[in-house]
């Protein structure tokens, strides 16, 4: 089991900038790949970002040039315990709960893990 906490989200006029944090605790050992999505008002959830514990890094390609993820090495340079997302430059289109989810892999079965999500809302 992991146990995923998201903070961070907030209110922030357009221009802004939020950085988003996911803790993680459990059985952090498993977590392959953690990610941010993102889930809008009427809109299906979205992949923002994604980092693997190996270090690869996957964008939205319309997010990647304002949204950066990454992790805190400080804390835990072998597993994915801590997962930043800085985010820059914001409008009111990224206005939308944003969800940490971390997979992990345990004798070949993948569980996903979401957190409860924290609200960003963008104004303009």
């Known amino acids: 089991q992991v146990q995923l906490v998201e903070s961070g989200g907030g209110l922030v006029q357009a221009g802004g900038s939020l950085r988003l944090s996911c803790a993680a605790s459990?059985?952090?050992?498993?977590?392959?790949?953690v990610g941010w999505y993102r889930q809008a008002p009427g809109k299906q959830r979205e992949l923002v970002a994604a980092i693997t514990t190996r270090g690869s890094i996957n964008y939205a390609d319309s997010l990647k040039a304002r949204f950066t993820i990454s992790r805190d090495n400080a804390k835990n340079t072998v597993y994915l315990q801590t997962v930043y997302l800085q985010m820059n430059s914001l409008s009111v289109e990224d206005t939308a709960v944003y969800y940490c989810?971390?997979?992990?892999?345990?004798?070949?079965?993948?569980?996903?893990?979401w957190g409860q999500g924290t609200q960003v809302t963008v104004s303009s």
């Open positions: 989810n971390a997979r992990t892999l345990v004798w070949g079965e993948t569980y996903d893990y």
């Open positions: 459990g059985s952090i050992a498993n977590i392959g790949v």
